[in-house]
């Protein structure tokens, strides 16, 4: 399956962003879904993950509470929903499979193609 992420951008501080990942080429209804995100100087961290059938979700602590993250198996597409974005959470977020059958979700990840979240002060 091949994944493309986009929805990112430049935002204010407190904004919002839905990103949005498409998945082609396989059988998206069979991986764990995931979003990562890397910062400059950073290392890649988890965001967020979803199980197959979508019933089972998963954040990062810095994330909890203000993220939703959802998949359209009819349409091979997962989303992102983070709200109340802070300069921190400036990075480029990366949507992931897992082929693991498995929850809690876990590696090995394979990432597609990221798109670049900016939040202004």
């Known amino acids: 399956v091949q994944l493309q992420a986009s929805g990112g951008g430049l935002v204010q501080t407190g904004g919002s962003l839905r990103l949005s990942c498409a998945a082609s080429?396989?059988?998206?209804?069979?991986?764990?879904m995931g979003w990562f995100r890397q910062a400059p100087g950073k290392d890649r961290e988890f965001v967020a993950a979803?199980?197959?059938?979508?019933?089972?979700?998963r954040y990062a602590d810095f994330v909890k509470g203000r993220s939703t993250v959802s998949r359209d198996n009819a349409k091979n597409t997962v989303w992102l929903q983070v709200n109340d974005l802070g300069p921190e959470d400036t990075a480029v977020y990366y949507c992931?499979?897992?082929?693991?059958?498995?929850?809690?979700?876990?590696?090995?990840?394979?990432w597609g193609q990221g798109t670049q979240v900016t939040v202004s002060s």
């Open positions: 992931a499979q897992s082929r693991v059958y498995a929850w809690p979700p876990r590696a090995p990840w394979e």
């Open positions: 080429g396989g059988t998206f209804s069979s991986r764990t």
């Open positions: 979803i199980s197959r059938d979508g019933g089972n979700t």
